[in-house]
Each structure stands twice: as C-alpha cells, then as structure tokens.
Nanobody, 123 residues
Framework: QEQLVESGGGLVQAGGSLRLSCEAS????????MGWFRQAPGKEREFVAS????????YYADSVKGRFTIARDNAKNTVYLQMNSLKPEDTAVYYC????????????????WGQGTLVTVST
C-alpha cells in the first residue's frame, strides 16, 4: 500500500498563511481524487477540500471557501493546501486522503489516509 505523508504544518498568527503538502510514495494516486480533512481538539474530523485527478473538479467546506485553495502536481505525486487568512478556529491536525472515487463534503469512507500535520493559529 502506498503511503501519504503530510508536511508544512506549524504555528502561525491569525491572518497569516501556510501551505501544506501531501506526497504519495508512488504513482497510484495520480488517477485518484485527493482530499484534505482536519480534526480540531474535541471535535470530529471534518472535510476541508478535495480535487479530482484531472484538477478540474474541486470542493470546499463552507468554512474555508475563499481562504483555502487545493491544488495538485501529479508529476510530483503531491497535493497541496494553500491556507490564507487563517483563523484560530482553523487550528487542527490536517490529514490528506486518497480515493478512486470523487471526494465530496459528505464522503466518509476513503481508501488511504496520511498521518496528519498540526496547524496552530494563534490570536
């Protein structure tokens, strides 16, 4: 099974930006949809954004629309999440995921998950 490894998390002040990366260990997920999810302290894991294999179709959670952008570079087996105008409520562990089907805001069962990267937004 291929692995997904997230990076780019850290501490940032409110209003700042971070870019998360998720790199796959192989080429399998080039033809998969990729998504970002997050889990804040005391809360359930929630959908953030997703992108299909051709980069044509994207979905975003209402809470991040206009602030976050998902992108992918299939040649590098990598998906990105550019996060701008960060808010304290964005603090969470962010996970990337892959699935051969389209990932929507209500998708719960996915084929593969990364280990997560922590994003902390201070006031």
């Amino acid at each position: 099974q291929e692995q997904l490894v997230e990076s780019g998390g850290g501490l940032v002040q409110a209003g700042g930006s971070l870019r998360l990366s998720c790199e796959a260990s192989g080429r399998t997920y080039r033809s998969y949809s990729m998504g970002w999810f997050r889990q804040a302290p005391g809360k359930e894991r929630e959908f953030v954004a997703s992108i299909n294999w051709s980069r044509i179709r994207t979905y975003y959670a209402d809470s991040v629309k206009g602030r976050f952008t998902i992108a992918r570079d299939n040649a590098k087996n990598t998906v990105y999440l550019q996060m701008n105008s960060l808010k304290p409520e964005d603090t969470a562990v962010y996970y990337c995921a892959a699935d051969p089907r389209i990932i929507t805001p209500i998708t719960t069962a996915l084929e593969a998950w990364g280990q997560g990267t922590l994003v902390t937004v201070s006031t």
